[in-house]
């Protein structure tokens, strides 16, 4: 047990107690109580009440040397004896401070992620915002899930909760909380609703090919051949692409994604050659596509090109809903008006990415010269890609159809 000692030169009671050393070895240790050994004037305690706090003091010291308690409880019982705050972030001051790092060190669709859940977060805690950040319980976030579950599609849900369980766990690895409040949460995709009806994507037909690009723009009919003469690269990398991307006299398209921040080197081979060369008279900024940039960099996000893509489809016949109309907060909603999931369609841009895939196969190019040209392939795959060359891909690029 510990002990309290009064020593000449400390006007403190002093807390001994005894620490067990990873050797198994034991070793005393002395530390002040900060707590005076007669009342200072103008105090209410007593010399009998100060030696009884510091006791408690000593205990929690020996306590907490020997891991006997945790850093939440030290906290409220020196609170308790101090009379003093030992301050823990508040949850809005926590988060805020995280995400003020993650601007600097985040890519900018990563921390816009990180921004939105937040956004959300805070809407749902309300004032209690202002609480310590170790108020915030299992309970409380198993409600927060709720609260998403009502008003997102299970991918969406999981993505705004787990960038909140991020600011927690991070919290709990510097020592800030014992136990993060989300780990005791059911998982989100135990959660999902009997309306939300999860839709596989597909690759478009050629057919389908032939019926979008002849209800497109001059600018959508490149956007669109861009993606699939380059492996099916995303909405966003196809309209940010710039011109100093292209490299006529190398004969490569060298550009980095955004999703993953990969440097991707794609061959000019004949029909994406062609497509630039065709545009590359008519340039009017630095942009391949340059009223798609414009609107991609509006926002940073690619919502409102994927809902004018939808909206070619739509024209096309290939889905039910034009998304277009389906009023300003809840686009492309189904099912009645108090249901705020929004729904996925078979086809969209993305599908691209599905179609020259399958093209590429159907026309027996080697699964892993596919994986290379599209984009998919951890690093132990890429491992082996390192052998392939531009005249490969270029190779296998020739065998797309014409459109």
Same mark, same amino acid.
């Given at each position: 047990?510990?002990i %309290?000692? *009064?020593?000449p030169?400390?006007? !403190?009671?002093?807390?001994?107690?005894?620490?067990?050393?990873?050797?198994?070895?034991?070793?005393?240790?002395?530390?002040?109580?900060?707590?005076?050994i &007669?009342?200072?004037?103008?105090?209410?305690?007593t010399?009998? &009440?100060?030696r009884?706090?510091?006791?408690?003091?000593?205990?929690?010291?020996?306590?907490?040397?020997?891991?006997?308690?945790?850093?939440?409880?030290?906290?409220r019982?020196?609170?308790?004896?101090?009379?003093?705050?030992?301050? #823990?972030?508040?949850?809005? $001051?926590?988060?805020?401070?995280?995400?003020? #790092?993650?601007?600097?060190?985040?890519? $900018?669709?990563?921390?816009?992620?990180?921004?939105?859940?937040?956004?959300?977060? +805070?809407?749902? %805690?309300e004032?209690?915002?202002?609480?310590?950040?170790?108020?915030?319980?299992?309970?409380?976030?198993? &409600?927060? @899930?709720?609260?998403?579950?009502?008003? +997102?599609?299970?991918s969406?849900?999981?993505?705004?909760?787990?960038?909140?369980? *991020?600011f !927690?766990?991070?919290?709990?690895?510097?020592?800030?909380?014992?136990?993060?409040?989300c780990?005791?949460?059911? *998982?989100? =995709?135990?959660?999902?609703?009997a309306?939300?009806?999860?839709?596989?994507?597909?690759?478009?037909?050629?057919e389908?090919l032939?019926?979008?690009?002849?209800?497109?723009? $001059?600018? /959508?009919r490149?956007?669109?051949?861009?993606?699939l003469?380059?492996?099916?690269?995303?909405l966003?990398?196809?309209?940010?692409?710039? /011109?100093?991307?292209?490299? !006529?006299?190398k004969?490569?398209?060298?550009?980095?994604t955004?999703?993953?921040?990969?440097?991707?080197?794609?061959?000019?081979?004949?029909?994406l050659?062609a497509?630039?060369?065709e545009?590359?008279?008519h340039?009017?900024? &630095?942009?391949?596509?340059?009223s798609?940039? @414009?609107?991609?960099?509006?926002?940073?996000?690619?919502?409102?090109?994927?809902n004018?893509f939808?909206? %070619?489809?739509?024209?096309?016949?290939?889905?039910?809903?034009?998304?277009s109309?389906?009023?300003?907060?809840?686009?492309?909603?189904?099912?009645t =008006?108090?249901?705020?999931?929004? *729904?996925?369609?078979a086809?969209? !841009?993305?599908?691209?990415?599905?179609?020259?895939?399958?093209?590429?196969?159907?026309?027996?190019?080697p699964?892993?010269?596919? @994986?290379?040209?599209v984009?998919?392939? =951890?690093?132990?795959i890429?491992?082996?890609?390192?052998?392939?060359?531009?005249?490969?891909s270029e190779?296998? +690029?020739?065998?797309?159809?014409s +459109?």
């Amino acid at each position: 047990m510990a002990i %309290i000692r *009064h020593l000449p030169t400390s006007r !403190f009671w002093i807390a001994q107690f005894a620490r067990k050393l990873p050797s198994g070895a034991w070793k005393t240790v002395s530390r002040s109580t900060k707590v005076p050994i &007669e009342p200072p004037p103008g105090s209410e305690q007593t010399a009998k &009440e100060l030696r009884e706090t510091a006791q408690e003091i000593a205990n929690t010291y020996e306590r907490t040397a020997n891991q006997k308690l945790k850093a939440t409880h030290i906290r409220r019982v020196l609170v308790d004896l101090s009379n003093e705050s030992l301050r #823990l972030p508040s949850v809005r $001051e926590w988060i805020e401070e995280r995400l003020t #790092l993650m601007s600097k060190t985040k890519k $900018e669709a990563t921390y816009r992620n990180y921004s939105d859940a937040t956004r959300l977060f +805070f809407e749902w %805690i309300e004032e209690k915002d202002a609480l310590p950040l170790d108020s915030v319980t299992s309970l409380m976030m198993d &409600e927060f @899930q709720n609260w998403l579950d009502k008003r +997102f599609r299970p991918s969406t849900r999981k993505k705004h909760f787990s960038a909140i369980r *991020h600011f !927690f766990s991070t919290a709990k690895k510097l020592n800030l909380l014992d136990t993060d409040p989300c780990e005791a949460v059911t *998982h989100l =995709s135990s959660l999902s609703r009997a309306v939300s009806v999860e839709v596989s994507r597909r690759p478009f037909t050629v057919e389908e090919l032939q019926l979008i690009l002849t209800n497109s723009n $001059e600018e /959508w009919r490149s956007m669109i051949l861009t993606s699939l003469y380059t492996g099916g690269q995303r909405l966003g990398d196809i309209a940010c692409l710039q /011109w100093d991307a292209v490299d !006529f006299e190398k004969g490569i398209l060298h550009f980095r994604t955004q999703k993953r921040g990969k440097s991707l080197v794609i061959p000019l081979w004949n029909r994406l050659r062609a497509l630039l060369e065709e545009r590359y008279p008519h340039r009017i900024n &630095e942009y391949i596509h340059p009223s798609s940039a @414009q609107k991609y960099q509006r926002t940073g996000k690619s919502s409102t090109l994927s809902n004018e893509f939808g909206k %070619i489809l739509f024209t096309c016949g290939l889905v039910e809903r034009d998304p277009s109309l389906a009023g300003k907060r809840y686009q492309k909603q189904y099912g009645t =008006s108090q249901d705020k999931t929004r *729904h996925k369609n078979a086809l969209s !841009f993305h599908s691209l990415r599905y179609t020259a895939t399958t093209l590429l196969h159907e026309a027996g190019v080697p699964p892993l010269i596919v @994986q290379k040209i599209v984009g998919h392939d =951890s690093a132990k795959i890429h491992e082996g890609y390192a052998a392939f060359s531009l005249r490969e891909s270029e190779e296998a +690029f020739n065998k797309l159809p014409s +459109f």
